[in-house]
């Protein structure tokens, strides 16, 4: 059965914050792009952070074309709600200091996102990298920062009609296949990938029986040969390069009877929520990977409307696929 994976956000909304950067004729870009500013398309589909950043950066746009001619002291405040979305948040804080200093605009957002507000991560570097900002290369930087570099070296607006399907996402299809068995075709990803959760396929083929077959039209995952009896008792891995997969590789364990000795997930109780605390608790907290990791895993799961954030069709595509499967 094929599975049509979202855009990858990472990339998107880089992509995005480089239009807007490079693109946008107020700042001396090429006037290349839509009368907007903006050449990546938004529709119901793709991921809801990306929206969020779409949205805000094309009212800043607006705002920037109205308030121009105004004197600091005439300019009307500026508020952009940014839902819970970490991303927009850090790249407009940055994106607001190197481009619009001193103007009268205001991010704010959900309760939980104003927590998070102010604390420099990963996205604040890639943002800083991305407006062209000399940050030195340090050793084992973080994939998304090692993304944004090469996507500001590479940067064209033709990008957008090319940007990868999500290797996040399909932590969750490989979550499925490992405890529930079968084989699924991902449609979109590739091997060579700017995407550091690319490692999900390494992982659950060396720790759960999951391999990977790479197609010209994506990777197909199975689990047709390998009975849980031959599973390691205990793993051991380090999520610092890839703190997104902690959900569902914590829940595979889990369901394999498998005890994870888990590092580098010091940044996952400043996530959407705090990560370590709702796998414990099989809590969603109104989380996107949250929900999805526990639905994958066979929970029931109330809180669906977070999925939106970052993967709208999972939920209809899960029920399908368990249908497709239930039928044999």
Not at 242 to 261: K, N
Not at 274 to 302: S, W
Request: aromatic letters at 6%; one cysteine or more.
């Amino acid at each position: 059965m094929n599975i049509r994976l979202p855009i990858s956000k990472s990339i998107a909304n880089r992509l995005l914050l480089l239009q807007a950067i490079h693109g946008d004729p107020l700042y001396g870009g090429p006037k290349e792009l839509d009368s907007n500013g903006v050449s990546l398309r938004v529709s119901a589909d793709m991921p809801d952070d990306v929206r969020v950043l779409h949205d805000a950066l094309q009212a800043l746009r607006q705002y920037q074309s109205v308030q121009s001619a105004k004197s600091v002291n005439e300019k009307e405040p500026l508020t952009l709600y940014l839902k819970n979305c970490g991303t927009a948040l850090r790249f407009l804080e940055v994106h607001l200091a190197q481009c619009y200093p001193g103007e009268p605009i205001t991010l704010t957002g959900d309760a939980r996102l104003m927590e998070r507000k102010g604390k420099p991560t990963t996205q604040t570097t890639s943002a800083l990298i991305l407006h062209g900002v000399n940050v030195p290369v340090e050793a084992n930087e973080s994939p998304y920062i090692t993304m944004s570099r090469k996507m500001a070296q590479a940067y064209q607006p033709s990008l957008a009609d090319t940007i990868e399907r999500d290797w996040s996402a399909a932590a969750f299809w490989y979550e499925y296949v490992a405890i529930h068995g079968g084989e699924l075709l991902l449609d979109g990803l590739t091997d060579n990938s700017l995407q550091g959760d690319r490692i999900v396929a390494d992982i659950y083929a060396e720790h759960f029986g999951v391999t990977t077959t790479f197609t010209p039209q994506g990777v197909k995952i199975s689990n047709l040969h390998s009975p849980i009896s031959n599973l390691q008792s205990s793993i051991a891995i380090d999520f610092t390069n890839c703190p997104d997969l902690y959900p569902a590789i914590a829940l595979t364990c889990e369901r394999l009877g498998i005890t994870l000795h888990a590092t580098g997930t010091e940044r996952l109780a400043y996530k959407e929520c705090n990560r370590l605390e709702a796998v414990a608790h099989h809590e969603t907290r109104h989380d996107h990977r949250m929900a999805m990791a526990l639905l994958a895993a066979g929970f029931v799961v109330d809180d669906t409307d977070c999925i939106a954030k970052s993967y709208p069709e999972f939920l209809k595509q899960l029920q399908a696929v368990a249908a497709h499967f239930e039928r044999g």
